[in-house]
């Protein structure tokens, strides 16, 4: 185990030194300006820096400041040093990449009162000198040995959503009418509010209307100028809202408390629902802080078996929605328990039968590999190890997974253990649909934005086939 051991007033000696070498990365500016809330856009912002006196980022000063008090805390005098006073005088700028050579040396021992001054230096890696000064602490009188304390690790998010450039497109597009059944709690009314005041949805409420009133009197939201369609039961609401939907009525769907399995068999009906000749999939778009993009993943929620023909038109839906946001040529890796195809294992069969049917063009618009195991998928680093080369390692927009059990359970491992955003639709139907519970209002406004981006591209494709 490593030590912090330091040195006594008695032991220094004038002229004794000590040094410490440090590079600045992005992520010490990162932390450091989230630790001292110094956010001047000369650290911060790349864009500002380019107009600025040095034409780049540059760290905080004292940043190499802080690195002065880790020698005299850690090495000269070390553990139980008290810092008395410090003059530092900036001479260069540090720039991402810089490496920092700090060293202190004794230069005045007073004796009274244990006291010892240092000089304080600092060198760049073209031996530039970019900081000096001089340091007072009160010297440590007792030995002290301790163990080195072992640090957390930091992970720093991205301050930005992957979401909002589709916020952003569906605006522009403008808004759908979007019939929600049963809005009968505060949340599903709250959440619907947002929606339309961010132009994305025209609501039209089905539901028992006077349930309704109350929950937006409570709620405090004025509901005066949505439509309300007065039925009695979830039932009804979804009966209603499907035959809308049927009459190009309604371009959204929203289940709201509309019990879940009652949605997904009227929806299901073929003389009935919103079949169409595509297949109905559920579409799962994620972002997660570690991964580089938005994720598609499919289908965690309708199909729970699915048959190979089916995995096919889930794959197709996927691809086509990562066209509808704007993604090209969408990379599809197909999930497995193994990386090799195995004939005991259907999910290895199945994925490397859609690779064969991308090829044969029975799947068009995106790139296709697996069978792939999750790590393998993710990590480029662990694909290497084991020797396997892919166009979509590290870099998939879209993970189809082998049934709703799996597809599931990897949702939310993601959404609670990698804290994933998630929002999504069901895909293929004549309208796209809500299906979610309502557990984060702004992810439903997500989810009303990609129902938008989905519902534009699925008419403009119709409109070149006429």
Request: include cysteine.
């Amino acid at each position: 185990m490593d030590f912090l051991e330091n040195r006594t007033f008695e032991e220094i000696k004038v002229g004794d030194s000590a040094s410490l070498t440090r590079t600045l990365t992005e992520k010490d500016i990162q932390v450091f300006a989230i630790m001292s809330g110094d956010i001047n856009p000369a650290h911060v912002d790349s864009e500002y820096a380019q107009s600025d006196l040095f034409h780049k980022i540059i760290g905080h000063g004292m940043w190499s400041g802080a690195l002065i008090s880790t020698v005299l805390g850690t090495q000269l005098p070390g553990p139980g040093t008290i810092y008395v006073g410090q003059t530092i005088r900036f001479k260069k700028p540090v720039a991402i990449g810089d490496t920092l050579t700090v060293k202190v040396t004794a230069i005045e021992k007073i004796p009274d009162k244990n006291r010892v001054i240092f000089s304080c230096e600092c060198h760049n890696q073209r031996q530039e000198m970019v900081m000096e000064g001089k340091a007072e602490v009160v010297a440590p009188t007792k030995k002290i040995r301790r163990a080195k304390a072992v640090l957390p690790e930091i992970s720093l998010r991205r301050p930005y959503s992957f979401f909002q450039p589709y916020l952003e497109q569906a605006k522009k597009i403008g808004a759908l009418r979007a019939g929600v059944m049963q809005p009968i709690h505060e949340k599903i009314i709250q959440a619907v509010y947002e929606a339309e005041q961010a132009g994305l949805i025209e609501p039209v409420l089905i539901g028992p209307k006077e349930r309704i009133l109350h929950v937006a009197e409570s709620a405090q939201i004025d509901i005066s100028r949505y439509e309300i369609i007065n039925v009695e039961h979830s039932h009804a609401a979804i009966s209603k809202a499907i035959t809308m939907a049927r009459q190009e009525e309604l371009g959204i769907l929203i289940r709201g408390a509309a019990i879940r399995d009652d949605l997904l068999h009227a929806m299901q009906k073929h003389d009935k629902g919103l079949l169409t000749e595509r297949c109905m999939s559920y579409a799962a778009i994620l972002d997660i802080p570690n991964y580089s993009k938005a994720l598609i993943l499919t289908d965690p929620a309708i199909n729970i078996e699915p048959s190979l023909e089916v995995k096919r038109g889930i794959t197709q839906n996927a691809i086509d929605f990562a066209l509808a946001l704007g993604i090209e040529e969408p990379k599809v890796a197909v999930l497995a328990g193994v990386d090799i195809v195995n004939p005991n294992l259907r999910s290895t069969v199945d994925a490397a039968a859609l690779c064969k049917m991308a090829e044969r063009g029975q799947i068009k618009g995106g790139i296709i590999d697996g069978p792939l195991t999750f790590d393998n998928i993710i990590s480029v680093e662990v694909a290497k190890a084991k020797g396997i080369a892919s166009p979509v390692i590290g870099k998939a927009d879209i993970l189809v997974v082998s049934n709703v059990e799996t597809g599931n359970i990897l949702t939310k491992q993601l959404e609670y253990l990698a804290e994933a955003r998630n929002a999504g639709l069901v895909l293929g139907g004549r309208v796209p649909v809500l299906m979610s519970h309502i557990n984060d209002i702004h992810l439903s406004t997500v989810s009303c934005a990609l129902a938008i981006l989905d519902n534009h591209y699925q008419k403009q494709q119709a409109e070149k086939q006429m």
